[in-house]
């Protein structure tokens, strides 16, 4: 079955500059890599994802880049502003059970002033 | 559309009580997700179904557990009987494909 791996679990930048965040799977046949982002208190939401059939993915200042190869992939976060600061999970799905997304520990995301 | 919908969104109980927790889908999503999240273990898929029917039930910790889906806008997830280690803030979550799950605001549930 899949396995997630997420790093770091706790990652702390000053407002402005730039946050990455790993996330590494064990199932090639894994096709389908969503982040999501929850807040203090709040439900977990979906801010992004990216398909196995494109290799990056831009929505303003947040991006997903996904290689294949390595199996991994990668949330960037650009110009990081405080309301960024939550905590952030990655998933993949599980190929051989229908398809349930198997989710990382989540990284806590500080954004010093 | 208001969202996935959860009642209550929190619930203090005593140990050995009974704890019923609901939940409303969005219209015409046909997954549907129940689960629980603890700062030691991280968020935890319970149980999920499909067009009303449980396809995995494996993430249910113990038979103290039970969920339902009578139909395609209601769930639940019933603990009885309820104990201290069950404390946690249970989500639900519906999708209309199984990938892109959205969650309900949360349960917290407190055992005393």
């Known amino acids: 079955g899949e396995n997630v791996e997420q790093h770091p679990s706790t990652l702390s930048v000053q407002e402005g500059d730039s946050a990455v965040i790993k996330c590494t799977y064990s199932?090639?046949?894994?096709?389908?890599f969503p982040w999501y982002k929850q807040e203090l208190g709040k439900r977990p939401q979906l801010i992004i994802d990216i398909r196995s059939n494109v290799g990056e993915k831009k929505d303003q200042r947040i991006a997903v880049t996904l290689n294949k190869t390595a199996k991994h992939f990668s949330l960037h976060i650009t110009e990081t502003q405080p309301e960024d600061s939550a905590v952030y999970f990655c998933?993949?799905?599980?190929?051989?059970?229908?398809?349930?997304?198997?989710w990382g520990a989540g990284t806590k995301l500080i954004i010093k002033p | 559309d208001a969202g996935v919908i959860q009642s209550p969104r929190h619930e203090v109980t005593e140990m050995g009580q009974e704890v019923t927790l609901r939940c409303k889908p969005i219209s015409g999503h046909d997954y549907l997700f129940w689960y629980r999240q603890t700062m030691m273990r991280g968020l935890e898929l319970l149980i999920y179904f499909n067009n009303n029917v449980p396809i995995d039930d494996s993430g249910m910790p113990e038979d103290r557990f039970s969920a339902k889906m009578p139909n395609a806008s209601f769930s639940t997830l019933k603990i009885q009987p309820s104990e201290p280690r069950d404390s946690a803030v249970y989500f639900c979550?519906?999708?209309?494909?199984?990938?892109?799950?959205?969650f309900g605001p949360g349960t917290r549930l407190t055992v005393t």
């Open positions: 199932d090639s046949a894994s096709n389908y």
């Open positions: 979550a519906s999708s209309l494909r199984v990938y892109e799950q959205y």
């Open positions: 998933a993949a799905p599980n190929m051989d059970s229908n398809y349930q997304l198997i």
